[in-house]
């Protein structure tokens, strides 16, 4: 029997997004409904909402997001009803030529549930990342569904279904930041700031946080910045460099999706160094660069896709540093909000006011 229940969906390019009756299948072989009780507003679900990503309106949004596992379809055996679990958009398929060259953080063949959610009237609804949180209650592939302790709270735990995972993950999975390493991250929203908290947890000796408004810098400093470097008054490359013995940083972290800023990392990282860029930018953003300078420069330049995290090996581990005090998830929940006040949370948002605000059912 399919149930209602109610989401946000967006209904169109750069229309306000609205609450409407959701159908939800029951789950048929290899998936999962879950109740979900709550669900991070990410930049994601804007760049949706106003035609971003793809012209496949309506969306049901919300993607960061946990709940509790209600009903599974035939076949599943990984998770069961009354699970506690994360939902993540990496569902990973065990067959893709990454999965059998052993790499399933880079799956190119990540599984979503089969059939559709819809309106009443049978329009069928594309999911953020596969997901569709900002609902009572989504359908999703078994796989999306990652078990990890009850006891840390719904609000905090679904952040690392996303921003936070991409964060952290740039740090110790892409940067493979390590004990003693000086590391540098430009922009310091909610992805920049779970680098700063990622490269903490490794071991950073020297982390040097950048952002254009001081309020971020602030918030840095409270998840293990040692420095902080406002670059609309200062060079931010020339400052990375006085503060690492006028070599630069070990890892510069981009959190921003600019080509200028990707500049600033390409120069503020020392010799040898690395690069990661997890912003992301646009389609029409162009970056010109020295080629002896690329050579010359030496070390690595990568890109980090959802922290190139394995949500099976990473979220519960991450999820238990959190309970034993050592990883501060929850400083990055900075309201919580009600269903019908997502497209608020996208003003703030807009406005720099929040690092994340999450809707809790
Ligand atoms: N790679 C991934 O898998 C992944 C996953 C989630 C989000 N992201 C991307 O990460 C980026 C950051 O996301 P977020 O949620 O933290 O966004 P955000 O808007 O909360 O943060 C961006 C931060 O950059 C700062 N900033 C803007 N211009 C700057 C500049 N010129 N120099 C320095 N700082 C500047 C802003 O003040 C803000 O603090 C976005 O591009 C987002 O799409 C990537
Ligand atoms: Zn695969
Ligand atoms: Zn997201």
């Known amino acids: 029997m399919a149930q209602e229940v109610r989401g946000v969906?967006?209904?169109?390019?750069?229309?306000?997004?609205?609450i409407e009756t959701i159908v939800v299948p029951d789950p048929g072989p290899g998936e999962a409904v879950v109740r979900v009780q709550a669900c991070g507003v990410c930049h994601t679900d804007l760049h949706y909402k106003q035609g971003g990503i793809s012209d496949d309106f309506p969306f049901l949004l919300g993607h960061e997001a946990a709940g509790v596992v209600e009903s599974v379809g035939a076949g599943v055996t990984d998770v069961a009803p009354g699970d506690f679990v994360i939902l993540n958009w990496r569902a990973v398929c065990g067959q893709c030529r990454a999965c059998l060259r052993g790499r399933p953080w880079y799956c190119f063949d990540t599984h979503n549930a089969r059939q559709k959610m819809t309106l009443t009237d049978g329009t069928e609804l594309s999911p953020a990342l596969g997901i569709g949180a900002f609902a009572e209650k989504t359908l999703v592939a078994a796989g999306q569904c990652t078990k990890v302790d009850p006891a840390v709270s719904p609000a905090v735990a679904g952040l690392l279904g996303c921003g936070v995972m991409a964060g952290i993950?740039?740090?110790?999975?892409?940067?493979?930041?390590?004990?003693?390493?000086?590391?540098?991250?430009?922009?310091?929203?909610?992805?920049?700031?779970?680098?700063?908290?990622?490269?903490?947890?490794?071991?950073?000796?020297?982390?040097?946080?950048?952002?254009?408004?001081?309020?971020?810098?602030?918030?840095?400093?409270?998840?293990?910045?040692?420095?902080?470097?406002?670059?609309?008054?200062?060079?931010p490359v020339e400052a990375i460099r006085e503060l690492t013995g006028g070599f630069g940083a070990d890892v510069v972290i981009e959190a921003v999706g600019r080509p200028e800023t990707y500049k600033q990392a390409f120069y503020a990282r020392d010799l040898a160094g690395t690069v990661v860029l997890v912003g992301v930018p646009t389609p029409e953003m162009k970056l010109e660069l020295p080629l002896l300078d690329v050579f010359g420069r030496g070390g690595a330049l990568k890109s980090s896709w959802y922290g190139d995290c394995l949500p099976s090996r990473d979220f519960p581990m991450l999820i238990d540093l959190h309970l034993q005090g050592r990883l501060p998830l929850d400083a990055f929940v900075t309201e919580t909000i009600r269903l019908d006040e997502v497209e608020k949370a996208f003003e703030r948002m807009h406005h720099g006011d929040v690092l994340r605000s999450v809707v809790v059912f």
């Open 9 to 18: 969906i967006a209904p169109g390019k750069d229309e306000p997004v609205r």
């Open 169 to 235: 993950g740039a740090a110790i999975n892409t940067g493979d930041v390590g004990r003693g390493d000086s590391v540098a991250v430009i922009g310091c929203g909610g992805v920049g700031d779970a680098a700063v908290a990622g490269a903490n947890l490794a071991g950073a000796a020297k982390i040097i946080a950048v952002d254009i408004d001081d309020r971020k810098l602030a918030k840095a400093r409270t998840l293990g910045a040692t420095h902080t470097v406002n670059s609309k008054e200062t060079d």
